[in-house]
T-cell receptor
């Protein structure tokens, strides 16, 4: 059973508009959440994270929102740029990552059209 | 600019052959992960080490896969014998000490078993 789910395999957005990528989790022990971005033929690169004591974390154009009661997080990219086109993975871990188990979703492929 | 390195980047082999993938984690990182990416499963955690000790390898098929860290600068993932269903991209990642950190991924090894 998948503990981290990204139900949208793909998303297409116009340049300059907002991109919203969603992620759901089932394990209530998760307390640390990350987003990674992956370009073809490269490894995933860290984008932004949030711990469960917060409900929002912002870094430039990227904001992650966490709704613990719904076990849901989302990544907002504003404004979207063509260079943001990539696969975005949501990941989660328990005990601040001290357990080591970083569990990933299957990813959402974002296409930003000029 | 510290990076996780992986060799080889590409490997094509015949079913039944042994495959060894190598990873050099970032100096000072004490946690090393092995992930496998497939279209169906996304990023699956195969195994991870902390301070060179294996903490969890429950994601690996034990009969054919083995993971080791002979020293702090080298992690290996072996498949013997390899099967076509092992074809995937294998990523190594390393994480720094402390909680709430974000592991750094290597570029991956693309394995094709014919």
């Amino acid at each position: 059973d998948q503990q981290v789910k990204q139900n949208s395999p793909s998303l297409s957005v116009q340049e300059g508009r907002i991109s919203i990528l969603n992620c759901d989790y089932t394990n209530s022990m998760f307390d640390y959440f990350l987003w990674y971005k992956k370009y073809p033929a490269e490894g995933p690169t860290f984008l932004i994270s949030i711990s469960s004591i917060k409900d929002k974390n912002e870094d430039g154009r990227f904001t992650v929102f966490l709704n613990k009661s719904a076990k849901h997080l989302s990544l907002h990219i504003v404004p979207s740029q063509p260079g943001d086109s990539a696969v975005y993975f949501c990941a989660a871990s328990a005990q601040g990552g001290s357990q080591g188990n970083l569990i990933f979703g299957k990813g959402t492929k974002l296409s930003v059209k000029p | 600019d510290a990076r996780v390195t992986q060799t080889p980047r590409h490997k094509v082999t015949e079913m039944g052959q042994e495959v060894t993938m190598r990873c050099q984690p970032i100096l000072g990182h004490n946690t090393v992960f092995w992930y496998r990416q497939t279209m169906m499963q996304g990023l699956e955690l195969l195994a991870y080490f902390r301070n060179r000790a294996p903490l969890d390898d429950s994601g690996m098929p034990k009969d054919r896969f083995s993971a080791e860290m002979p020293d702090a600068t080298l992690a290996t993932l072996k498949i013997q014998p390899s099967e076509p269903r092992d074809s995937a991209v294998y990523f190594c990642a390393s994480g720094p000490r402390g909680d709430y950190s974000s592991p750094d991924f290597g570029p991956g090894t693309r394995l094709t078993v014919t």
